[in-house]
T-cell receptor, first 113, second 114 residues
Framework: DSGVTQTPKHLITATGQRVTLRCSPR?????VYWYQQSLDQGLQFLIQ???????AKGNILERFSAQQFPDLHSELNLSSLELGDSALYFC????????????FGPGTRLLVL | AQSVTQPDIHITVSEGASLELRCNYS??????LFWYVQSPGQGLQLLLK??????LVQGIKGFEAEFKRSQSSFNLRKPSVHWSDAAEYFC????????????FGTGTRLTVIP
């Protein structure tokens, strides 16, 4: 158990819908990262937040957005969902001064029908 | 641009045999290097990491990896594989400065036969 929690574990929805994935980092970790794992794209970095502010952006679609709240939990919002958005979404957190060591949550498996 | 290559998509070894998983990276400077393991339906667990110093690093579950700057490689090894090691293994690189998100290889799936 990494100490990073993600909810829900599974999510099934329809095309065109909007969903919110939630992540709670390990106690004391200020950075939260979101990654997408799909069969065709592999593991891809989406976005990073540090202490409430966006720090880095990767291959995140405009239909996707994220935020980190004052209690440091983070949410990833996916809207206008398409079949191709079906994937495993991971959240990771890292403590300050950890040189980028990231601890991953169990993931949320999203299925868009 | 950063990239990570894991040339072996799938490896099968017998229980008790030695294991080496290959990882090559492309990066403008010395990166941070990581190996993660993913069991079916699970998240990624950190096996080991290299930041600097001794190029041979020890990790959990009896794994080790060696950083070879001249070959841009960071291969993962284990002297004797256990059936519970069957999983997907990912090599990743991260920047030492600035944004430190990870770039992952495509993974190597390890099958262990009795």
């Amino acid at each position: 158990d990494s100490g990073v929690t993600q909810t829900p574990k599974h999510l099934i929805t329809a095309t065109g819908q909007r969903v919110t994935l939630r992540c709670s980092p390990r106690s004391g970790d200020l950075s939260v990262y979101w990654y997408q794992q799909s069969l065709d794209q592999g593991l891809q970095f989406l976005i990073q937040y540090y202490n409430g502010e966006e720090r880095a952006k990767g291959n995140i679609l405009e239909r996707f957005s994220a935020q980190q709240f004052p209690d440091l939990h983070s949410e990833l919002n996916l809207s206008s969902l398409e079949l191709g958005d079906s994937a495993l979404y991971f959240c990771a957190s890292s403590p300050p001064g950890s040189s980028g060591t990231q601890y991953f949550g169990p993931g949320t498996r999203l299925l868009v029908l | 641009a950063q990239s990570v290559t894991q040339p072996d998509i799938h490896i099968t070894v017998s229980e008790g045999a030695s294991l080496e998983l290959r990882c090559n990276y492309s990066y403008g400077a010395t990166p941070y290097l990581f190996w993660y393991v993913q069991s079916p339906g699970q998240g990624l667990q950190l096996l080991l990491k290299y930041f600097s110093g001794d190029t041979l690093v020890q990790g959990i579950k009896g794994f080790e990896a060696e950083f070879k700057r001249s070959q841009s490689s960071f291969n993962l090894r284990k002297p004797s594989v256990h059936w519970s090691d069957a999983a997907e293994y990912f090599c990743a690189v991260g920047a030492q400065t600035g944004a430190n998100n990870l770039f992952f290889g495509t993974g190597t799936r390890l099958t262990v036969i009795p």
